[in-house]
Each structure stands twice: as structure tokens, then as C-alpha cells.
């Protein structure tokens, strides 16, 4: 493996079930580097020569695959829509799920109804203040109820933790019934 390429480092990376997870972080960390390269094990592995001379090995779960391709392909997927002018709106990247360890908030588009589910009014309000806070509170409900364990690492403000202790209080309410 030649490191020192004329265009600069080179990063290797070993797709592997005992690696260590592959997370949101490590994508963003990943998508300011210059060059990466990527093995993808294959049935059971590679060469522990060839893993030593790695620079990380990484997971994207707790399974096992028939070879690396596929993690391959998650890992640059996620690293490819951190690179600046990859997604078209790269404003719309920094509120997606995981950039601020939350689960993002709901997705609508049109109709305004379908099978008797409504869009959220504030959404169609035009109050942008009220959009963003309805936004982050959906964002909080939804991670307290799919991903609490993202929640200890969050940077959660006073008023967050007010709306999570309300929302956690709603949860348990009926439970000692």
C-alpha cells in the first residue's frame, strides 16, 4: 500500500465485522480527508498482514456478510453527502439525522392530506420560528421514542430538557395503573 501518493495521504480503511462501528461521525471525519481507500473483506476476511497495515477497521453492524462490498458502499455514500457540493443544498445536510445525534424530525410533502392524515398546521403556518421549534421538539420526541441511547451524547439546551422531561412524563403516565 503506497501512502505517499503525489496528491497526498492516503487513508485505509478495512470493512470488517469486528471493526469498530461506523457512525455519523466518523463519516463526517472521514469526508474531510483528501484520498481514502477502502478493502472489503471477503468470506472470512483478509490477510491479518494486510489488516495490520490498515489505518482502521470499521463495522456497519453487528452481522456478518458475505463480503465487504456492500459496508464499502454505505461508508461512501455516507462520506460522499458530507463533501460540500455533493448534495444540492448542503445546508439540508447539517439537519439531517445523526449530524446533531438526534433522529430527525418528520418528513411531509404534498397533499396537505392523504388517507386522513393531515401535514402539521404549523407547518403550513408560514411562522418559520414556529416551524424550526415544532421541527426540533418532533426531532426530541421522536429520538426519546426510537433512539433514547442518542440522547446522552446530544447537545440538548435547558428548554430541550425541559420538553424531554414533559415528554418522558407522558411516557410513563398509566404505567403504575
Same mark, same amino acid.
Request: aromatic residues 4%.
Given at each position: 500500500?503506497?501512502?505517499?501518493?503525489?496528491?497526498?495521504?492516503?487513508? &485505509?480503511?478495512?470493512?470488517?465485522?469486528?471493526?469498530?462501528?461506523?457512525?455519523?461521525?466518523?463519516? +463526517? +471525519?472521514?469526508?474531510?480527508?483528501?484520498?481514502?481507500? =477502502?478493502?472489503?473483506?471477503?468470506?472470512?476476511? #483478509?490477510?491479518?498482514? /494486510? !489488516? &495490520? !497495515?490498515?489505518? !482502521? @477497521?470499521?463495522? =456497519?453492524?453487528?452481522? #456478518?456478510?458475505?463480503?465487504? !462490498? =456492500?459496508?464499502?458502499? /454505505?461508508? =461512501?455514500?455516507?462520506? %460522499?453527502?458530507?463533501?460540500?457540493?455533493?448534495?444540492?443544498?448542503? %445546508? @439540508?445536510?447539517?439537519?439531517?439525522?445523526?449530524?446533531?445525534?438526534?433522529?430527525?424530525?418528520?418528513?411531509?410533502?404534498?397533499?396537505?392530506?392523504?388517507?386522513? +392524515?393531515? #401535514?402539521?398546521?404549523?407547518?403550513?403556518?408560514?411562522?418559520?420560528?414556529?416551524? #424550526?421549534s415544532w421541527r426540533r421538539q418532533a426531532s426530541l420526541s421522536m429520538t426519546f421514542e426510537r433512539r433514547p441511547d442518542l440522547l446522552t451524547k446530544a447537545r440538548l439546551t435547558t428548554e430541550d430538557r425541559r420538553f424531554l422531561r414533559a415528554v418522558a412524563g407522558e411516557a410513563t403516565?398509566?404505567?403504575? +395503573?
Open positions: 500500500l503506497d501512502r505517499d501518493r503525489k496528491a497526498g495521504p492516503v487513508h &485505509a480503511i478495512l470493512t470488517s465485522p469486528q471493526g469498530r462501528p461506523f457512525t455519523q461521525a466518523d463519516a +463526517r +471525519r472521514l469526508s474531510r480527508l483528501p484520498h481514502l481507500f =477502502i478493502i472489503c473483506g471477503h468470506y472470512r476476511g #483478509v490477510d491479518a498482514r /494486510v !489488516e &495490520a !497495515e490498515m489505518d !482502521e @477497521s470499521l463495522s =456497519i453492524g453487528d452481522y #456478518v456478510l458475505t463480503g465487504g !462490498e =456492500i459496508p464499502a458502499a /454505505v461508508m =461512501i455514500d455516507a462520506v %460522499a453527502r458530507l463533501v460540500p457540493g455533493v448534495v444540492g443544498d448542503d %445546508a @439540508s445536510v447539517q439537519e439531517d439525522t445523526f449530524q446533531q445525534d438526534l433522529v430527525d424530525a418528520p418528513q411531509y410533502t404534498r397533499p396537505a392530506a392523504l388517507r386522513g +392524515r393531515d #401535514v402539521p398546521a404549523v407547518l403550513l403556518s408560514g411562522d418559520h420560528q414556529a416551524i #424550526v403516565r398509566g404505567l403504575d +395503573r
